[in-house]
Structures are given as C-alpha cells and as structure tokens.
C-alpha cells in the first residue's frame, strides 16, 4: 500500500493493484448514497418509492423475477442498509482481505470477493427454489450484503495460511482458522432462520473461498474471467494498452498452507520480473519455503519482498 488508511481509501482509485481499498471505498460510497436516497424519499413521502428502487438491486430467490434483472448478481454484493452491517462487513474484508493481498496480490482478492458474491448468489437462489421449506417465501425473498465474497475471502485466508494469529478482544490470539471455522458453523447453524437466505449465502461464499485456493495450489486459476474483465474496463477509462500476463508454476503443497506460486510476465521481458530489491529468483524461494513451512516460517525481511513483490 502506499499510505496509511485514510490515505488509501481516499486515494482508492488513483492506484492500480489496490482492489482491497477500491472494494472498502466501493461499499461506503454506496451505503451512503443509499442513505442519503431513503432519507430523502421517506421524508417526501415516497418511501415506497426507495424499497422498490433499491428491490431492483437486490438479489431475488426467485428464477423468473431475477430474470428481469439480471445486473442484480452483481450489485446485491455492493449494498447495505444498517450501519452495524456495513461496519462488520468491511472490518472483515480489510482484516482478512490484507492477508490474501500480501499473499496473492491485489487481482486475486478482487476475484475471490466476486466469485465469493456470485456462488453465494448462486446457492442461495438453488437452495431456494429446491427446497420445500422455502416455498412460501420464494417469490419475496431478497437478498443484499457483502457478506458471501467477504466469506469467500475469509475461508481463503484461512486455507491459505491457517496457523495465522489474530488477537481477538476479551479471547486473545486465535488462529484464523479457527474463526473461519467458527463462522462457517454459525451461519450454517442460522440457514432456517431469520436470515436464511443470508446465511445461505455466506455457506456458499465459504465453499467458493476453500475451493479457489484449492485450485490455485494446483495451478487453476478460477478468477482468470474475473481479472480479464477488470483488466479491460482499466484499460478502458485509462487509455491504455495492457502489455502484462499472468502465469503459474506449480508449488509443493504440504498441510502447512503452500499455495502455488505466481508471477506477473511483462511481454517486453518474459523470463523474469523482480521489484525494487527482490530478484524473480529469490521471490521463487521465497514462495517454495512457503508451500514447505508455512507463511509464519518467513522472517521479516522476507515478508517484507514478498509485500513489496505482491504490488507489482
């Protein structure tokens, strides 16, 4: 990063390779866009007005209504309405989504929250239509929230370097596995509740984070569509011509959390690409004593060329 919080959150979208604050400054201005909109029209007396405006941009349970909106896949994971919501929602994404972008990048954190959003759209809408119980609820259910592309990134988090410690208030240091853990079973837990649907889609969003960085130890990169699609629209209010490829070698993988290794490919210069003071070389090493030992087995010096690394 290239400042401390408020600075890059500010400064979001003067910087490339930032999708962890584009996301954090994303979700606030639409929240409070939405604010400013229902307090207008609540106190002019058109509230009704406000719901069905804001319905056409939630996710609905059923087929034939997201039919005829489709975009709604995609805008549901950028709204929110109470402020305790949007709070814990991008606490989330800015504690564990640090973690993925000093691991995989900042591309790939915007894949994993998209990806994230779209599986839980998806199994929210199955599990709805699917299931008996939610018959009764099919045609009205909507859904909105962050939550399943930040569970994404949580499970991801967790898969790719389990033993990582967060010092928790009142309950100290607790492995990020654990908390992944945890939250998967609660929502799990809360599927037939209030927030079904909600929940629901956090399940989804998890299964989407676990499989990803699966995959990705393994070379497949799920998210490919994703960064090709984002790599375009940058291009395109940029002016620019993008001259960068992305391609993977296969790591070691062992239970400790390696993952496989990346490296960005400059077509002027496809052999090798270092930053500042880390050459391709010792990045390799750097990322091989990852998949052996685990992330916690790097010491200062080689955290800090493996950050610096991740921005380019």
């Keep these: ?57 939630m996710m609905p349970a059923s087929f034939s209504r997201l039919a005829t909106q489709p975009w709604s896949i995609f805008t549901y994971m950028f709204l929110h309405e109470g402020i305790l919501h949007i709070l814990f929602n991008m606490l989330f994404l800015f504690w564990f989504g640090q973690l993925i972008h000093q691991f995989l990048g900042s591309r790939k954190l915007a894949n994993l929250y998209i990806l994230g959003g779209l599986a839980g759209a998806l199994f929210y809408v199955l599990i709805y239509n699917l299931s008996p119980y939610f018959n009764s609820n099919l045609d009205s259910s909507l859904m909105l929230g962050a939550s399943a592309g930040i569970f994404a990134i949580v499970v991801g988090a967790a898969t790719l370097s389990p033993n990582t410690t967060f010092f928790l208030i009142l309950l100290g240091p607790v492995k990020i596995k654990y908390i992944a853990i ?20 956090h399940l989804g969003g998890a299964l989407l984070g676990y499989l990803y ?5 393994k070379g497949n990169d799920w998210g490919v569509p994703v960064q090709k699609v984002g790599i375009f629209f940058e291009d395109l209010f940029s002016g620019r011509k993008s001259n960068v490829k992305v391609s993977y070698r296969k790591a070691k993988t062992s239970n400790s959390g390696g993952f496989s290794s990346f490296t960005k490919d400059k077509k002027s210069s496809p052999t090798s690409i270092s930053s500042d003071d880390a050459t391709q070389e010792e990045i390799d090493k750097i990322l091989d004593k990852i998949a052996d030992r685990g992330y916690e087995a790097l010491n200062k010096e080689e955290k800090r060329k493996l950050f610096e690394f991740s921005k380019k």
């Excluded at 960085?213 to 130890?217: A, D, E, K, M």
């Design 182 to 201: 945890f939250y998967v079973i609660l929502s799990f837990a809360n599927s037939a509740g209030a927030n079904a649907g909600g929940e629901l889609a």
């Design 1 to 57: 990063m290239y400042g401390n919080f408020w600075d890059n959150l500010r400064n979001a979208f003067k910087h490339s390779d930032n999708s962890l604050y584009k996301l954090l400054a994303i979700n606030i201005l639409v929240f409070f866009v939405v604010l400013v909109f229902r307090v207008f029209m609540t106190i002019g007396g058109l509230g009704n007005l406000y719901t069905t405006v804001l319905s056409y941009l």
């Design 213 to 217: 960085i699966i995959q990705l130890r």
